[in-house]
């Protein structure tokens, strides 16, 4: 028999393991991503897969002289930032009213928004499009803004509905009665209190646009592609080349991934909505 | 200047109506105690005069201005909240000076008001600090010298100190007291302690299920309660409420038979009551004297005594089943199953009819109200 100190031990060294495995496994894709690319076109279509090799910056020389990467990165970077600015623009009020006046409807509009996000979008892809030539957003930086805040905006307003209802309601009220009128509420006590739980939506809105790749290839051909649609752009005409695809797909996910190991913390209180306080 | 008065206010939430038509007048300077069991309606009132719930029907009016429909903000009231809801990621210090910063009153001028405020609540030291770092007592006073800053026409209080413990809660009762008469504030406070009722209030309000049961003094109420809701809610331990027949009425009072035994003519006049009518005694804990069982005709049991020190509670079982409670002296002694007598005193006793309105009783000259 296991004392009850042998047990927790025991327990403790399960779950840590199973977290290393899960952990690896989701991490190996990646890491061979970036090993690819710094192979040569042979090493990267070596059977068995070698893991030692000759390290080379071919490929990188390679996407230097064949794209602009910064024309693609500067797309990324203004969609991204870009949607996320609008979609808190339009998610903070909404949330505050959502969760400090509760109607009977509440609780339903906030499904329904989420259930948005259940549809594929490919089924809204011609109407989307249409609406798009029609108003001259094809292939614009502004209309990727638009069309990714909208795919964003119902996790963000759930994300930031999650964090207000954590706020005792007396404090909006303490400050209502204090004389701040609804602006001054918000600005000078909501988000200052909230703002943890803010930051972590603005991470996730930031991470889900940089990697949106269906509206970005299916909306934009050149002055508004983003990376997503660079790292598109080395799969197909010419065959596959493995190591330049690995670059490419690593400087696309490069800014992102050091973002997000920047501000890991912020993170993982985001996704997991408010459960660790 | 800061009268307030309510007309038939009324509020419902969808459909169930909570608040059912209350009037009421607050003169300036006055300490006003709403006072209920829980559910009530007594926080939904208090928040309907801040302006933070809309009023369903009726009229508040604060000196000569409506504010039935007024924004919080503008109504000059200062609420403090049971959970204090102070700005967590603010100092104390701003926590105190948010309304005249928002007010935009001069920089100096806030300055001063907050360490003043700060000096009357001892809270000098502290300025600096953010509420996590303060303990309950301490956010109180903070939550205090919050409304205190801003000199507001009428303070409210939604039950102040029920998150305190009991000694504390002993000491910031007399620091309300002391506040009350050196800012000559009016002041509306909700409890449910009838203990913090008694002991601040100018003026007590019972309110039950969205009425007001009555309104007086904290002893107009304990001696003299319009219905037997205030009588039981006023006062610890608990009037005992002996239920009752009335045997005769006439110039001279009431006869009543009670259930339990005993016989007693009581000096209540009533020209409603007839013989034979259901009625209820009611005597408080204090107006009873336990006697050897041969020394009255009201025969009972004794069951638990409790000694507090300076009184003893005796709980005494009655011939029929019903108990009650008696106040007796620190010194008192008895067996657990002892028999014994009581001793009411009938100058102090209460009638009730059947549905629960006092039958009055014959006010001597000094505590008429
Ligand atoms: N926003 C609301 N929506 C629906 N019902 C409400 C709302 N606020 C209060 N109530 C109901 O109104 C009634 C009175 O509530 P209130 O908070 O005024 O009671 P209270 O007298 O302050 O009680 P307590 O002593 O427990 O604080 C309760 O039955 C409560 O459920
Ligand atoms: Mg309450």
């Known amino acids: ?232 752009s080395y799969s197909s005409p010419e065959g596959l080349f493995w190591a ?33 306080k | 200047m800061s009268d307030l008065t309510i007309r038939n206010l009324k509020k419902s939430f969808e459909d169930i109506h909570i608040i059912k038509g209350i009037d009421l007048d607050i003169k300036d300077h006055e300490f006003v105690v709403f006072v209920g069991p829980s559910g009530c309606g007594k926080s939904t009132l208090l928040r309907l005069i801040a302006g933070l719930e809309e009023v369903t029907s009726g009229s508040i009016q604060l000196d000569e201005r409506d504010i039935t429909d007024v924004a919080p903000a503008k109504r000059d009231l200062a609420m403090v909240f049971q959970s204090y809801a102070l700005y967590p990621h603010m100092t104390v210090r701003k926590n105190m000076s948010f309304a005249l910063d928002l007010a935009g009153i001069d920089k100096a001028e806030i300055q001063r008001k907050v360490e003043d405020a700060a000096k009357v609540l001892e809270l000098g030291p502290l300025l600096e600090r953010k509420p996590k770092a303060l303990s309950g007592g301490q956010r109180q006073r903070v939550a205090i010298g919050r409304s205190i800053v801003r000199n507001p026409k009428i303070f409210l209080f939604d039950e102040p100190l029920s998150n305190l413990d009991a000694a504390l809660r002993v000491l910031m009762r007399l620091e309300l007291a002391r506040l009350h008469k050196e800012l000559n504030a009016t002041m509306i406070y909700v409890t449910h302690d009838q203990v913090e009722a008694m002991t601040l209030a100018d003026k007590v309000v019972v309110l039950n299920a969205g009425r007001v049961e009555q309104v007086g003094s904290p002893l107009e109420l304990y001696h003299h309660p319009v219905n037997q809701f205030v009588a039981g809610f006023i006062g610890t331990p608990k009037m005992a409420f002996l239920k009752g027949t009335v045997k005769a009425v006439s110039n001279a009072g009431v006869t009543v038979a009670l259930d339990c035994g005993p016989h007693y003519q009581l000096p209540h006049q009533s020209t409603s009551l007839k013989p034979g009518d259901d009625i209820t005694f009611g005597i408080r804990p204090e107006n009873i004297e336990v006697v050897a069982a041969d020394q009255s005709p009201f025969k009972v049991r004794l069951d638990v005594t409790e000694h507090l020190g300076a009184d003893t509670y005796c709980y005494i079982k009655l011939a029929n089943g019903e108990m009650m409670t008696v106040r007796a002296p620190g010194d008192f002694m008895a067996d657990y199953g002892q028999n014994a007598g009581l001793l009411p005193d009938l100058s102090q006793a209460h009638l009730f009819d059947a549905s629960g309105k006092t039958i009055p009783r014959p006010r001597p000259p000094a505590q008429a109200a």
């Not at chain 1, 199973?18 to 690896?24: D, K, Q, T, Y």
């Open chain 1, 1 to 232: 028999m296991l004392t009850l100190k042998q047990g927790r031990q025991l327990q403790t060294v399960l779950l840590g393991t199973l977290a290393w495995l899960v952990a690896l496994t989701i991490f190996f894709p990646i890491f061979w991503m970036i090993l690819t690319s710094f192979k040569t076109e042979i090493d990267a279509f070596a059977t068995p897969p070698q893991l030692f090799f000759t390290p080379t910056l071919e490929n990188y020389l390679h996407i230097d002289a064949r794209s602009d990467y910064f024309h693609f990165a500067w797309n990324s970077v203004v969609v991204s930032f870009g949607s996320t600015l609008l979609g808190m623009l339009l998610a903070v009020p909404a949330a505050y009213s959502m969760a400090f006046f509760e109607t009977k409807r509440t609780k339903s509009t906030l499904l329904w928004m989420l259930s948005t996000k259940m549809l594929p979008p490919v089924g809204v892809l011609v109407p989307i499009y249409l609406i798009f030539k029609d108003f001259g957003l094809l292939d614009t930086k502004f209309g990727l803004v638009l069309i990714y805040t909208l795919i964003n905006l119902p996790i963000m307003v759930w994300m930031v509905y999650t964090y207000f209802k954590e706020i005792p309601k007396d404090i909006l009220e303490a400050a209502r009665l204090d004389g701040a009128t609804a602006l001054q509420e918000i600005y000078r006590v909501l988000l200052p209190i909230s703002k943890g739980g803010l930051a972590s939506t603005v991470l996730l809105s930031l991470i889900l646009s940089w990697n949106e790749a269906f509206w970005s290839l299916n909306l934009t051909a050149s002055s508004a592609a983003p990376l997503t649609a660079l790292v598109a």
């Open chain 1, 244 to 276: 330049k695809l690995s670059a490419v797909s690593t400087l696309a996910c490069a800014p992102i991934l050091i973002f997000g190991w920047l501000s890991q913390k912020q993170l993982v209180r985001g996704l997991s909505f408010g459960a660790v």
